[in-house]
């Protein structure tokens, strides 16, 4: 098939040509794509935003990345955000930087991966960006949600005694990256005989190049009728999102190590790299779970959730932030997760 350049659309020909038949599924969606700006109609509501910028070459690695993957990841991980501050993501923006060794047919892919997203959690693209790139692909998308007032849940909420609780498991899409990684190098003295060793690995892949918001947890903890007090996506690996927890509730806190959630395939892989378990659960980061801290009070309801579990507690500030291990013994918490900035 002919691949189009994108230069014979032009940036108004390409917005129009990615975003045409795209209907509004929200009523707050009053006017989107089209005009220079969009307009939002929420009522009663509090409006959340946020935003996440990806950069070719520090977030992605197009390699082994598909570009419809990286397009479903890069809207996810926006509505994580809006979820994790117990909202609803309603809108985006799609802002791109795209240097000239990409076709129509490649922002086709990549924009297939963010419409999916969408579609699967009910979010309309209302407008962005296009731009030419020197240093490859650029994605940056912002993300609006709506909240009524009083169940909007911040990082600031902890309190002494409240419980400590995470979704999912921890630790899988930091070992899928580790496995993409090691193939790759592997694939550079193969030539094209080479194939990857996947099988049996599948859900590491799947953490890392096809994360979901966990808005599934949102659902059963309204269910229950517990709003959490404090709450977080680990993004960054849940020593540093328990540390960003602790420091704006002015809290200290204590883990259990036999406590933390990892899944069968995390650990035969941390153990084929000789990494530590309990290292790559707190540290991996893109996990994107939700960890949450709710009052002692809601211990019964919590405890028996499908999609979390309780993993510590939260304490008085001076006693500081540990991690209590099998063998009775304490090991302080440390952000060792992703920092753009750190070479």
Sequence with gaps: MAETEISTLGEFGLIEHLTENMPPV?????????????????????????????????????????????GYKAAVVNFSDI??????????????GISKRFTVEHIEALYAGIRLACEKYGVDIVGGDTSASVTGL????????????????????ARDTDIVCVSGDLGAAYMGLQLLERE????????????????????????????????????????????????????????????????????????????IPIDYQTAVMAEEFNMNLYTV???????????FTVPLADYDKVASMKSARVIGRITKPELGCYMSTRDDNEIELVAQGWNAFKE
């Design 26 to 70: 929200n009523t707050s969606t009053e006017i989107g794509v089209g005009d220079d700006a969009a307009v939002l109609s929420y009522g009663e509501k509090k409006t959340l935003v946020t935003t996440d910028l990806l950069l070719e070459g520090i977030h992605f690695d197009l390699r082994y990345v598909a570009l419809k993957h990286l």
């Design 83 to 96: 979820y994790a501050m117990n909202g609803t993501p309603k809108q985006i923006t799609v802002s791109l």
């Design 138 to 157: 650029i994605i940056s998308i912002t993300c609006i949600g709506e909240a009524d007032a009083d169940k909007i849940v911040y990082r600031s909420g």
């Design 184 to 259: 790759l190098n592997v694939s550079k003295d193969m030539g094209n005989d080479f194939q990857p060793a996947f099988e049996g690995r599948e859900y590491l892949l799947e953490r890392q190049l096809k994360p979901e918001a966990r808005r599934d947890v949102i659902a059963e903890l309204a269910e229950l009728g517990v709003k959490p007090t404090a709450m977080m996506d680990v993004s960054d690996g849940l020593s540093s999102e328990l540390l960003h927890i602790c420091k704006a509730s002015n809290t200290g806190c204590r883990i259990y190590e036999d406590r």
């Design 281 to 291: 659960a707190l540290n991996g980061g893109e996990d994107y779970e939700l960890l």
